[in-house]
């Protein structure tokens, strides 16, 4: 069902959120020369780290509330219409090959399915009603958790699925570019990076879409961080699924072992081309087998399963 809101309140609302506010100053911005407007834009971009800066606290404080479920087996589920939704999949689906999570783990819905990552389905973000049916085919349970991504903050999508994500039991995370929206307020942990107005007006996927790039990238990685994906700042449970992947595994293991080429090879051998099992069969001085044993009882935590061997 789509939303039947009154044209003229539909508009009150939007004048009234601060991504959409126009300003008279930038009005003859296409009678500037290219680079005078390349510079406005690049002056823009760099106020969006301080309006993310301003929301640590709470961002962290999500990523301890995700990390504690999902080492229970939760899952992160990102929910968004339109760019938020695209920034949404592509954080999710970079998750198998960075961090070696199974893709059905962190997932990334959009309004309108897959075909909106590439063709505009505006009229999908409408709908409250599309967000629960998304959730229901993932089943949700208490043990996930959803974050709803919006600029506006009042999205009907996002903030559908955070409403029916929280009547499940589950986590939720609403992330939005204005302050007081409604998806913050219907989530368990709001996050608000007011990035001000944009350079064209109401076109959140400038400012608005790079704070909420960076938040989700914090999201998922220091996520993937607490739950033991990493060794230090090394992607220790990369997968290697191309050339590039591969010739990083062997520099991962070097660079984390100090061995040589060899000594490398032959580890990742032992180990099935696994990184972090090569990691603790050097550093340990133990078989893959045994590697892969120590790496299960520490819950796959690479510096528990080397405190445990020694």
């Not at 002056?43 to 404080?61: F, K, M, N, Y």
């Not at 199974?102 to 409408?126: F, N, Q």
């Amino acid at each position: 069902m789509t939303s039947t809101s009154n044209p003229r309140d539909l508009r009150a609302q939007l004048e009234s959120l601060t991504t959409e506010a126009f300003r008279p100053e930038l009005a003859d911005i296409d009678r500037l020369a290219t680079l005078d407007i390349a510079r406005l834009m690049n002056g823009e971009d760099a106020s969006v780290p301080t309006a993310v800066s301003a929301q640590l606290p709470r961002i962290a404080a999500a990523i301890d509330a995700i990390a504690e479920r999902m080492a229970r087996g939760g899952r992160l589920v990102y929910a968004g219409a339109g760019t938020a939704g695209r920034l949404g999949v592509l954080d999710a689906s970079e998750c198998p090959p960075t961090f070696n999570t199974d893709p059905a783990r962190v997932v990334g819905l959009i309004a309108g399915g897959p075909e909106a990552l590439v063709t505009s389905i505006e009229g999908a973000e409408d709908s409250a009603e599309l967000a629960r049916a998304d959730l229901d085919t993932l089943a949700v349970t208490p043990l996930d958790t959803v974050v709803g991504v919006s600029a506006s903050g009042r999205t009907p999508y996002a903030v559908g699925a955070v409403e029916h994500a929280r009547a499940r039991g589950a986590l939720t995370v609403g992330l939005s570019c204005n302050a007081d929206s409604a998806l913050a307020a219907a989530a368990d942990h709001g996050i608000e990076v007011v990035v001000g107005p944009e350079l064209l007006t109401g076109s959140t996927r400038l400012k608005a879409g790079t704070a909420q790039k960076l938040v989700l990238n914090m999201l998922s990685t220091i996520t993937m961080i607490r739950l033991g994906k990493t060794y230090g700042n090394l992607m220790v449970d990369v997968r290697a699924s191309n050339d590039k992947l591969r010739a990083r595994s062997r520099r991962i293991v070097a660079l984390a072992t100090g061995a040589g080429d060899e000594e490398v090879e032959r580890a990742l051998a032992a180990t099935d081309g696994e990184v972090k099992h090569a990691i603790l069969t050097i550093l340990a001085d133990v078989d893959g087998p045994t590697a892969a044993r120590l790496l299960q009882e520490s819950g796959g935590h690479l510096r528990a399963a080397l405190a445990a061997a020694r």
